[in-house]
Every structure is written in C-alpha cells, then in structure tokens.
C-alpha cells in the first residue's frame, strides 16, 4: 500500500529502513510540485490506513499505526560512494563546489509505538 502510493505520486523508494522505510520526491526526475506529491501519497496512505484499521476493529484485530514525517529542502541526491559500492542516497549538503545541490522532499514513514 505504501510503496503504490509513493510510486503513485511520483515518488522513489529510496530504502527500506526495519519497519519503515524512506522515499524521494523530485529527484531523479525533477517535479516542481514534489512537496505536494509527497503529502499527497503521505494523506493516500493515511486514508488506506484508516479502512484497513476499520476491518481490522471490526474483527477485533489489532489496528497499526504509521507516523510519517515530511522534510524538504537542499539535498545531495544521486549514487553516493566509492566504485566499490555505490548506494543511491539522499543527504543534506554542505555546499560542495563540484556537487550542486538540488531541491528535492522525502519523508520517512515508520511503526508508530
């Protein structure tokens, strides 16, 4: 349901995080409405939530809980390492000459305890 609805808006699962996990918005591909993309797919997956949580009530079954926080600003964004291994990442900048920032927004959605 999460993974759908990032790739629904435009989104790029970044990693899987235990039991979260973090995704992009505006990078690879830049999208100038990115933070909207990105609280677009964060309300989908908040109203899936809430009816899978209704059955589950309904049949006395636990409910889950999510929290997912939204960031946006300056980002390094793209294949981060050595030739040896390489991770497509996401990291807040210090202003690198070489390595121009770029605006993108990610989030990161995880258990709620």
Same mark, same amino acid.
């Given at each position: 349901?999460?993974?759908?609805?990032?790739?629904?808006?435009?989104?790029?699962? %970044?990693?899987?995080?235990? %039991?979260?996990?973090?995704?992009?918005?505006?990078?690879?591909?830049? %999208?100038?409405?990115?933070?909207? /993309?990105?609280?677009?797919?964060?309300?989908?997956?908040?109203?899936?939530?809430?009816?899978? /949580?209704?059955?589950?009530?309904?049949?006395?079954?636990?409910?889950?809980?999510?929290?997912?926080?939204?960031?946006?600003?300056?980002?390094?964004?793209?294949?981060?390492?050595?030739?040896? +291994?390489?991770?497509? %990442?996401? +990291? +807040?900048?210090?202003?690198?000459?070489?390595?121009?920032?770029?605006?993108?927004?990610?989030?990161?959605?995880?258990?709620?305890?």
């Amino acid at each position: 349901m999460m993974v759908t609805a990032i790739f629904k808006h435009g989104g790029t699962l %970044d990693k899987f995080l235990g %039991d979260g996990l973090m995704a992009i918005f505006g990078a690879p591909k830049p %999208d100038i409405n990115q933070e909207e /993309n990105a609280v677009r797919a964060a309300l989908e997956i908040q109203s899936e939530l809430d009816e899978m /949580n209704l059955s589950k009530t309904l049949n006395k079954l636990p409910e889950v809980h999510v929290g997912i926080g939204i960031n946006s600003g300056v980002a390094i964004v793209g294949n981060i390492g050595s030739p040896q +291994r390489l991770e497509y %990442d996401l +990291r +807040r900048p210090l202003p690198l000459p070489r390595c121009p920032p770029r605006r993108a927004a990610w989030w990161f959605c995880g258990n709620a305890h």
